[in-house]
């Protein structure tokens, strides 16, 4: 019956999030330990398979960590603490992390305030983050050439006041039937997708379910071969 099916849902979910720790222990001590042997490893050989180990280890976090998100979303166990932050740092360091990726393909990134932004924000500034680094990842990711440009508005002629972030890139686009797909778990646009460009599909998912817990949602524009523009948006709680 459906609702077995939903329980046993539940159940797994559950399971899956209590399991975290111990699936995520295991792989930080395998990092930890490539990273020593790293520091010392002279022989220039030897660290090429140590940062190989390294580079793949990282994935499989990434991964387990998509899961687990998911997992905790299913279970009604994530965690959302809001509090008083300046939202402009968590921009500068969404920023600093993505400017590496997008000079390793040699894309511009840049970030656009289109409107005087409140000094102090009331959300969750780690998932806030998250959500960006996952927005603005996925544009590098699916961009070859030209540009990524993450523009952050404030819209304050709404009944509760929200920031919105748009994420304008460039990349491969995504056809209009298959824009529906884009939020459901597991699934990407393209089968062909996750081969070539790698990743669980799951951050979408994730970033969408964690907007609705912030107040806002994730929408999304696209046309093929001229680039993808998703739009976030937050609630800012008691603005200053």
Do not use: W
């Not at 409107?115 to 990711?141: C, F, H, W, Y």
């Not at 039937?177 to 081969?195: C, H």
């Not at 460009?197 to 609705?212: E, K, P, V, Y």
Request: hydrophobic share 40%; glycine share 6%.
């Amino acid at each position: 019956s459906e609702k077995q099916a939903q329980e046993a849902n539940r159940a797994k979910s559950n399971f899956l999030a209590n399991m975290s720790h111990e699936i995520r222990t295991p792989m930080t001590a395998i990092l930890g330990y490539a990273d020593l042997l790293a520091k010392e490893e002279k022989n220039p050989e030897k660290s090429r398979f140590l940062q190989v180990i390294k580079r793949n280890g990282l994935f499989l976090l990434e991964i387990i960590n998509d899961i687990l998100d998911l997992s905790k979303i299913e279970a009604d166990k994530m965690e959302v603490c809001r509090e008083r932050f300046d939202v402009q740092k968590v921009i500068a360091d969404v920023r600093s992390t993505m400017d590496v990726r997008a000079r390793d393909k040699q894309l511009e990134f840049d970030v656009q305030y289109e409107d005087m932004i409140p000094a102090t924000i009331e959300s969750d500034p780690k998932r806030v983050k998250q959500i960006l680094i996952n927005l603005v990842g996925n544009a590098i990711k699916f961009t070859e050439s030209g540009s990524v440009r993450l523009s952050v508005s404030y819209l304050d002629d709404l009944p509760e006041p929200q920031l919105r972030f748009k994420v304008i890139d460039t990349g491969i686009g995504i056809p209009h039937e298959k824009l529906s797909l884009l939020f459901q778990p597991f699934s990407q646009a393209d089968s062909s997708v996750s081969r070539q460009f790698g990743g669980t599909g799951l951050g979408l998912t994730i970033s969408q379910r964690l907007a609705h817990v912030l107040g806002g949602k994730i929408t999304v524009e696209s046309e093929p071969g001229k680039g993808s523009t998703f739009s976030c948006t937050i609630r800012v709680g008691d603005a200053k």
